[in-house]
């Protein structure tokens, strides 16, 4: 429904709604059968039918909709509350059912809710939501209208307030300062039940409409693409689909090339996964980060408490680390074709980097992205090493293209989101980044 700009919905900083005015399925599974399933169905439980009611309504707005503020509170209810988590299940396999994992969620869910009574709590800029659609919602943060726009592609893992974690280490408010229009592609739970969303809708239809949506409110302006990690290889994809309608890509911390020793977190994901039989379901948040845990326990476990440790003199990277932690806390569920797709497609089959890779019936790799690209590396991450972003950046065509590496850094809790919250990286890394963009804007 369409209404006057005047009632667009507007986000507080604690995320709350205010007045304005103050690629096709693939049916094949992942590896053998048996061992630990992560398949995901949906149970019915009279008692729940009145929350997963709700969540399965929720709030949809085409694209180039405005939303009313009831709308917006609509919307915010998407957010799945405790009830509708713990109806994502699987079918009981031999190591019992996935609403453990549920259960997990609700559980680390409530942990986050206690450091944010604490004042570790997010603490986001205000944002408008100008699109939606089940599985994505477009947020504008504002900025000039006189700089081409950048356009955030959030990874689907957990939330996205990762990228404006604190004032003083927030990516969205220093490309705010640089004069810079800020959108971002925010990842939703998936509807009640259904998980079959994919890359087609990850890497494709969803990043696609927040383009266009973007280039009509700029007068046709092309954005940049910006993304993090699996949102960095999201973005990456849909470059070498179109790349005529963006003006440049940037990627940070992005895994792109998945050949076997390019990581040892890619050599474990791949031994793990022909234990699993994926269904397309909803996958729980804690079953991706047990399973990342298990692939990486010197990422996801102890170098975290290396930096909680070497933190301690410092009050202020204490404070980012105890924020990276309650951030790690919240988890999001994933639509269980996603990630199917993801472990087989890159992670075992390296199509993308190979060139193999067929999202709307086209076959797209590093040869098809032919605009500037700046990729950023940090040297202490085992997830998005040099050697899983070289080799991709050595098939694209043309000369502009850049590589950054920077060193670690302490308070990050764990060093493949240094270049997001890290204080070092902003002061050192990130103007070269908004130099970057500049020349090419």
Not at 145 to 165: E, F, S
Not at 171 to 185: I, T
């Amino acid at each position: 429904m369409r209404v006057p700009d005047d009632r667009r919905r507007v986000y507080d900083a604690c995320g709350n709604a205010r007045d304005p005015s103050g690629v096709a399925p693939d049916d094949e599974g992942i590896g053998q059968t048996g061992g630990a399933s992560l398949g995901v169905t949906q149970v019915g439980l009279d008692s729940l039918a009145p929350c997963s009611a709700v969540a399965q309504a929720g709030s949809h707005a085409p694209t180039g909709s405005i939303l009313t503020n009831s709308e917006a509170s609509a919307e915010k209810s998407e957010q799945p509350c405790d009830a509708t988590l713990l109806c994502m299940t699987t079918r009981p396999s031999k190591t019992g059912p996935m609403s453990i994992f549920a259960l997990t969620d609700v559980v680390r869910r409530a942990q986050g809710n206690a450091l944010d009574l604490l004042g570790f709590g997010p603490s986001e800029c205000s944002y408008r939501v100008i699109a939606s659609a089940p599985n994505w919602r477009l947020r504008d943060y504002g900025g000039s209208l006189a700089r081409p726009p950048l356009l955030i592609i959030a990874a689907p893992i957990k939330r996205p307030y990762i990228w404006d974690l604190a004032p003083s280490v927030s990516v969205v408010r220093y490309c705010l300062h640089r004069g810079l229009r800020v959108y971002l592609l925010e990842w939703k739970p998936p509807p009640f039940g259904d998980g079959s969303a994919g890359l087609e809708t990850y890497g494709d239809r969803a990043i696609a409409e927040c383009v266009a949506r973007i280039s009509a409110e700029q007068d046709g302006q092309a954005p940049f693409l910006i993304g993090h990690s699996l949102g960095g290889t999201l973005a990456a994809t849909f470059a070498a689909l179109d790349p005529q309608c963006i003006r440049g890509l940037v990627l940070l911390g992005a895994p792109l090339s998945f050949q076997p020793g390019s990581s040892k977190f890619r050599d474990a994901v791949v031994a793990l996964a022909p234990s699993l039989s994926m269904e397309t379901g909803i996958v729980p948040g804690s079953a991706v980060s047990q399973f990342s845990a298990l692939a990486s326990p010197g990422t996801f476990i102890w170098s975290r408490v290396i930096d909680a440790t070497l933190s301690l003199p410092d009050i202020r990277a204490t404070e980012i680390h105890t924020r990276v932690e309650r951030w790690a806390l919240d988890e999001v569920a994933l639509p269980g074709m996603l990630v199917r797709q993801v472990l087989r497609w890159f992670y075992q089959e390296n199509r993308l980097c190979q060139g193999t890779l067929r999202v709307r019936d086209r076959t797209v790799g590093p040869s098809t992205i032919r605009v500037p690209t700046l990729a950023v590396v940090n040297a202490a991450d085992e997830i998005a090493p040099r050697a899983s972003v070289k080799p991709f950046l050595d098939q694209i065509p043309g000369r502009d293209v850049r590589l950054l590496e920077f060193p670690g850094e302490t308070g990050v809790g764990m060093q493949h989101l240094a270049i997001l919250v890290g204080s070092r990286a902003h002061a050192e890394v990130w103007p070269d980044i908004s130099d970057w963009l500049d020349a090419h804007g």
